[in-house]
């Protein structure tokens, strides 16, 4: 048995687990609580660490499989032509060992560097650039002027960016 990620419909990633559950499929749902933002009140609330992903643990034979795509709000098991890719289980466990032990976890867009990039917080909004790492913890975004062939820089924090999907 292996765990494979698998892709929700939007903000149906707990009712998935819910009915994978059902079906005696073990499921891991990381949960990290935030303050939500509603206007008239804040409390603190759960949200998936990743959202729209959820993790089983299966044998995946063609079974399997069908069982899990069949279920209602699954829109594909992760993998490659296809065929899914089981997560290294020390992966699945770091994780696991981070939530059961109530540690303050950060999500991070898996970003690298020299990627192009939109602003899509901030005053910024919009602004496409290049992101470069100019120290641990802290990034720029490239702006250049092509026909001028000069580039300004500004910091920025990485949460604020999300890649181009050009």
Do not use: C
């Not at 069982?67 to 594909?76: A, F, G, N, P, Q």
């Not at 060992?97 to 990627?115: D, F, W």
């Amino acid at each position: 048995m292996h765990w494979y990620a698998t892709y929700t419909k939007s903000r149906h990633e707990q009712k998935v687990r819910e009915r994978l559950t059902r079906k005696e499929i073990e499921t891991f749902l990381p949960l990290v609580e935030r303050w939500s933002r509603r206007r008239d009140r804040r409390k603190r609330i759960n949200l998936p660490l990743f959202p729209g992903y959820l993790f089983v643990h299966s044998k995946m034979d063609a079974h399997a499989h069908l069982e899990i795509l069949k279920t209602d709000s699954m829109v594909r098991i992760l993998g490659n032509d296809g065929k899914p890719i089981p997560i290294p289980d020390e992966q699945i466990f770091a994780i696991q060992a981070l939530v059961k032990n109530g540690m303050a976890i950060t999500p991070l867009p898996y970003l690298k560097e020299g990627v192009r990039v939109r602003v899509v917080n901030g005053p910024l909004i919009g602004i496409e650039g290049i992101l470069l790492k100019s120290r641990p913890q802290k990034h720029r975004l490239v702006i250049s002027v092509d026909l001028l062939k000069e580039s300004v820089s500004v910091e920025i924090d990485e949460l604020d960016v999300e890649a181009l999907h050009l």
